[in-house]
């Protein structure tokens, strides 16, 4: 499972359970209310 992240987007590339797996544990860090800005800003 590889995840690209840059500025501007997000790349998840691997098998679909594994891209879930990620989301999930994205999900329960950052909350349901959390913007994809605020994520890649915190991944910097």
Request: proline share 5%; hydrophobic share 40%; glycine share 6%.
């Amino acid at each position: 499972m590889n995840s690209y992240l840059t500025p501007q987007s997000v790349h998840l590339v691997g098998q679909a359970k594994q891209v879930q797996l990620i989301l999930r544990q994205w999900l329960r860090e950052w909350g349901p209310d959390a913007k994809l800005t605020d994520l890649l800003a915190g991944r910097k």
